[in-house]
């Protein structure tokens, strides 16, 4: 009985380990541990021997039993590892091949820009607020204290609609509005489209872009526009920028100023770029103006704030390398698919 | 505004410093220089050489051969020049050194020109003599310079000494922007005086002291009058007698040189001088044509003809300004004077004006004239009274000192009483609260002093110099404080005051979520112009009557292209489709967010009602229903939390009428979409089929929800029944699905068209349809009986339609 039970172990072993597939296996385990498999039959057989040997014999059988069932375990588990490296052997990319294209669409380089000057001053608390594009006189000029026969309104070549309507020429309306709703303090800037009479060429455009800035509260002062003037251009143009203010006029600040930045290109050394400067007008900027305060019903010897505004397309144009005013409005794909 | 360095340094002496510096400095200041130019650019050594002997040249008829005394040295040059004598001094440009440009007076090379020593014909030459063109300027500025031959020096220049000190090009042009509210700065003086307190020099300005003829007294020679003087607050007459025209004075022929004046003779070349010198415009007329020795300044009367110098004749209207004398109009008030009473060299007697005219009344005159001249471009700008005064007394200063006429005794002068000087509370405190620095009083009064503000210590004002026309209040002064104190010396710092709440409105946020929605389906974003040209709505295909061609007209357009603002947004896309299409670019997807311009009535009398559209458009890979995803996916991404209608229509003329339909929430229009017209798309240029999608933003955004709510999972499990029919063909998707959603009720969850097919197979008049639907209760395991109740009633209203199932 014993040497029938080795018999049976060497050769379900020897069987075990010729099975290739899982076929086989489970043919094994049917010969050896199905209802009518041949160590099942031995314990069935159990019940036949003398009541002394029988728990010799069970414990032998079970024993073999255990072996067997081993055997067949791990032969099922190196097949399946041999299988699944011959499946992954099987599936090797070319994982040169081109990517999956998906078809985007691309934002146009003054929506880049002005998300870039929106972040900036979100960032310092500034509320985004937009003003009529075709807009009273009153707005644009007057209240900016530019009276009639000023010279500042001849210099801007206005369209007009009519006497009195016009399309803006500068953002700065919106400061005229946002002091008109009365609520101080105010921290805002205004993007959007102005309209001047200048020919298309590589560097003008009858129609283009301004951010509008103004900060109204008790106490702020010119160090606090060029504080706030350096933080938005290191954040344009680079942690390195180094940033220039010129004394310039403007009707509605005093004092006002022109900001330049070092040149990106050159640091400043000077170069083709920069026209040999070293400095790249940006802006202009300055303290509102006490009479621009009492036209909009705000005491100037209570509150005190700055303005600026920025052209947008001269950002873009600058900080992307745009050599052509033209590019921003001929919308030509091969132009916006770089942005 | 153009001057010389050396024109600043006769005002300020102690001015010494390197033309890059003095530009910086200025810059800084607020008196910006746009760029600068030496005069003795690419000119090397260049100095004085006397000719001492010329040889014919041996083999070569035209040159001859010279030997030069170069100071310490003779040297040999050898000539073309037709010009050259025995004992003249010229410019010599030794072997080694620079000249500016070529003897022809073409553009200056940007490197100059080297001379080197060569033999010429054979002959030896260590050099060249200088013609005025070499030397990089013209006859123009040189009116002395021979034409076509060497420049001949004054007979007591020093051989080997410097040429170009000599000839005024050891110097530098600067070319400034001057803003508009310093009508001072127009002027050389104007900008001395800011060089003088930019670097803290003394300033001198001309005494404009006049030695008169006391015998003779202006009043006895002319009178003034004034009858329209709300256009003219002044007039200032001077006469001078025994004028003797010829040029003038080499120094003050370079100096109108450097600033782009050409010399003509003295009496003209000083009220050019003055002019630019004091930036106060000036007249002379020959007192022997001013009929009745009187000047009337008068209203010119509507259509009156007048003939400028320049000989053109001119129609004038009344509210032109003229000076008259006692029978006519003799001049343009500010503008340009007449032919009529024109200096000639015959002249013996001048009369000198120097008047302050409204600058808006010169401005839109010269406009309505069509005449633009330097002396208009500077009353333009308002000038100050007593500039008048101190310009036509140093015109007759420099009629002494060029010895070319005697000045009459004592000046007329008509109009209002001179300003006082303005006086302001000296605020140190305010200045500095404003500008958050800390600068002491003390250096604010060096700075006034600087500036020529006067200040009284015992009220503690300050007293505005006449001239400072703009400082009218305590900014202004603050300015001039930063100005001479230093931006780049201000503290930086941040506004530390109220916290407040940035941010965008929603009207921005649903046009980000708008733009993103476009760019995953592959748009790309346009920016259009906002006018156009009217021919846009006959592209269009619009009727006569549209209402989209109500537009509103830009008086002054830049032309007929864009002299509309527009109505509909398809112009700008179309086009840009278009020029896409031209440059074969394939498969082009384009959006823009952008107003169109809405009157309430034209003509227009209050503001427009400019509504944000978001417009899509295509051609290549795509079809209606590519637009009609990303309408939804926009819908979706705006937070419209009902269902959108798509009702067909054919009323869009621009659009296929088989393939047009508008958007529909509830019952308002949101927008629409379609395929373009083929016959619009060849009226654009777009080959092919394009499509396009408008969405009325303000629209969309009264519909928004920006509310998030997790709603949970479904609990209990879905039941899906698949329905294939047989549909006539005029019976629509959505019809259909209106039938599912209303007979549904709340169990149905979803409706999913699978399959639509239309030939083979299917009997005529059919199309054959199949969805799949979707049941769900939130509160209970659907039972079969529960669907089927909703399948019977979806039978019976889908039988009533003519539509039968497949089996």
């Not at chain 1, 006490?290 to 704030?305: A, C, K, L, R």
């Not at chain 2, 760019?519 to 592209?539: L, R, T």
């Not at chain 2, 031209?582 to 997807?589: F, L, P, S, T, Y």
């Not at chain 2, 979803?750 to 939130?778: C, H, I, N, P």
Request: with cysteine.
């Amino acid at each position: 009985m014993t040497g029938n039970l080795e018999q049976i172990i060497r050769d379900a072993q020897k069987a075990v380990k010729e099975a290739a597939t899982n076929e086989d296996i489970e043919k094994l385990r049917v010969k050896y541990s199905g209802k009518k498999g041949e160590i099942t039959a031995l314990l069935k057989g159990l019940k036949d021997l003398p009541p002394e040997e029988r728990p010799r014999a069970g414990e032998a059988i079970n024993k073999a039993r255990t072996q067997i069932e081993t055997a067949i375990a791990q032969a099922q588990a190196g097949i399946r590892e041999k299988t699944m490296e011959l499946r992954l052997a099987s599936e090797t990319l070319d994982v040169t091949l081109p990517a999956e294209e998906v078809p985007q669409g691309h934002t146009h380089p003054n929506t880049i820009a002005l998300e870039e000057l929106e972040r900036i001053f979100i960032g310092m608390g500034y509320e985004v607020v937009e003003g009529p594009e075709v807009e009273k006189d009153y707005y644009n000029f007057e209240a900016l204290n530019i009276p009639d026969g000023h010279p500042a309104k001849d210099e801007q070549d206005t369209f007009y609609i009519n006497g009195d309507i016009l399309l803006r020429t500068q953002t700065s309306s919106a400061q005229v509005h946002e002091m008109e709703k009365g609520r101080l303090p105010i921290r805002m800037i205004s993007p959007g489209r102005v309209f001047r009479s200048d020919a298309v060429d590589a560097t003008h455009s009858p129609s283009f872009h301004q951010v509008e800035g103004l900060v109204i509260d008790k106490g702020i002062t010119f160090a606090d526009l060029k504080g706030t003037l350096e933080v938005m251009a290191r954040e344009l143009f680079g942690e390195e920028t180094k940033v220039r203010f010129r004394p310039h006029h403007f009707p509605f600040t005093e004092p006002s100023a022109e900001v330049d930045v070092s040149c990106f290109k050159c640091g400043g050394k000077g170069c083709s770029f920069c026209k040999g400067e070293g400095w790249i007008e940006i802006l202009g900027c300055g303290m509102v103006h006490p009479h621009v305060f009492e036209m909009n019903g705000i005491d100037p010897d209570e509150y005190t704030g700055f303005a600026f505004g920025v052209g947008l397309e001269r950002i873009a144009l600058l900080k992307y390398g745009i050599d052509d005013m033209r590019l921003m409005y001929d919308n030509d794909i091969r132009f916006l698919d770089q942005f | 505004m153009n001057t010389s360095y050396s024109w600043i340094k006769a005002y300020v002496p102690d001015l010494d410093c390197t033309y890059q510096e003095y530009s910086d400095r200025m810059t800084l200041s607020g008196t910006k220089v746009e760029e600068f130019r030496p005069l003795d650019k690419n000119l090397e050594k260049i100095v004085v050489g006397e000719i001492l002997k010329i040889d014919r040249h041996p083999d070569a008829d035209k040159l001859v051969v010279c030997q030069v005394n170069i100071g310490d040295e003779t040297t040999q040059i050898v000539t073309g020049a037709p010009n050259v004598r025995e004992g003249q001094k010229v410019p010599v440009v030794l072997a080694g050194g620079k000249v500016a440009g070529g003897h022809d007076g073409g553009p200056l090379p940007e490197d100059g020109v080297e001379i080197k020593a060569g033999k010429l014909r054979g002959v030896e030459s260590n050099g060249m003599m200088c013609s005025i063109e070499e030397l990089g300027s013209s006859r123009e500025f040189y009116p002395d310079a021979p034409e076509g031959g060497i420049y001949i020096l004054p007979p007591d220049s020093v051989p080997g000494s410097d040429a170009l000190q000599i000839l005024g090009l050891r110097d530098a042009v600067y070319e400034y922007e001057i803003t508009s509210n310093r009508v001072d700065c127009y002027s050389v003086l104007g900008i001395a005086r800011e060089a003088a307190a930019t670097f803290k020099l003394p300033f001198k300005a001309p005494s404009c002291e006049v030695k008169e003829n006391k015998d003779l007294h202006t009043k006895d020679l002319i009178s003034v009058e004034i009858k329209d003087p709300d256009l003219c607050s002044q007039f200032c007459a001077r006469v001078c007698t025994d004028v003797k025209i010829g040029p003038s004075p080499e120094w003050m022929q370079r100096r109108l040189a450097s600033v782009g004046i050409r010399p003509i003779n003295n009496l003209v070349d000083i009220t050019n001088y003055v002019m630019a010198e004091y930036g106060q415009p000036m007249h002379a007329y020959d007192l022997d044509d001013i009929a009745g020795r009187r000047i009337v300044v008068k209203r010119a009367s509507d259509g009156e003809k007048f003939v400028t110098l320049d000989g053109q004749e001119r129609e004038l209207d009344h509210d032109v300004l003229t000076i008259c004398d006692g029978e006519k109009a003799v001049g343009i008030a500010g503008i340009m004077g007449g032919e009529n009473s024109m200096i000639t060299e015959n002249v013996k007697t001048v009369l000198f004006e120097a008047a302050t005219f409204n600058g808006t009344n010169v401005r839109k005159s010269s406009r309505r004239i069509g005449l633009r001249t330097d002396a208009s471009s500077i009353f333009e700008k308002g000038l100050e009274p007593h500039n008048a005064i101190d310009a036509i007394n140093r015109a007759c200063e420099l009629m002494n000192e060029l010895s070319c006429g005697t000045p009459a005794e004592g000046m007329v002068r008509a109009g209002d009483d001179l300003p006082e000087r303005k006086e302001l509370t000296f605020k140190p405190e305010k200045y500095n609260s404003l500008l958050g620095t800390d600068v002491s009083e003390e250096e604010m009064l060096d700075i006034f002093k600087r500036l020529e503000i006067g200040f009284d210590e015992k009220d503690r004002t300050l007293k505005i110099p006449y001239f400072r026309q703009d400082l009218l209040r305590d900014a202004d002064i603050a300015e001039e404080v930063a100005r001479f104190y230093g931006y780049d010396r201000i503290p930086v710092t941040l506004p530390s005051s109220s916290a407040t709440m940035g941010g965008l409105n929603r009207d921005m946020r649903i046009r980000n979520a708008a733009a993103s929605s476009a760019e995953h389906f592959g748009f790309s974003q346009a920016y259009c112009y906002s006018f156009e040209s009217p021919k846009i709505f006959d592209m269009l295909r619009l009727p006569e009557d549209a209402p989209e061609r109500k537009a509103i007209r830009i008086s002054n357009p830049l032309g007929e292209d864009f002299s509309i603002m527009r109505t509909v947004p398809l112009g700008g896309m179309l086009t840009s489709l278009a020029s896409n299409y031209n440059h074969r670019n394939k498969d082009v997807r384009l959006y823009e967010l952008g107003n169109v311009y809405i009157a309430k009535e034209l003509p227009l009398t209050e503001l427009p009602d400019e509504r944000m559209t978001f417009t899509a458009g295509f051609y290549g890979k795509g079809d209606f229903f590519t637009l009609k995803g990303l309408a939804e996916t926009v819908f979706k991404n705006a937070g419209l939390r009902d269902r959108r209608t798509y009702k067909a229509s054919s009323d869009r003329p621009y659009l296929h009428p088989g393939r047009q339909a508008e958007i529909f929430y509830g019952d308002e229009l949101l927008g629409y979409l379609g395929e373009v017209h083929p016959i619009t798309a060849e009226n654009f240029g777009i080959g092919g089929r394009a499509y396009v999608l408008v969405i009325d933003m303000p629209a969309l955004v009264s519909h928004s929800s920006e509310d998030i709510r997790y709603g949970g999972f479904a609990r209990f499990p879905a039941v899906t029944r698949d329905i294939s029919m047989l549909v006539p063909l005029n019976v629509t998707a959505g019809e259909l699905e209106s039938l599912f959603l209303q007979r549904g009720g709340k169990i149905l969850e979803s409706v999913t068209l699978f399959d639509v097919y239309q030939g083979e197979q299917v009997k005529d008049g059919y199309k054959s349809m199949a969805y799949s639907l979707v049941f769900r209760s939130r509160e209970k395991t659907l039972s079969d009986d529960d669907v089927n109740a909703v399948m019977k009633k979806y039978l019976n209203g889908l039988e009533r339609m003519g539509i039968e199932l497949r089996s």
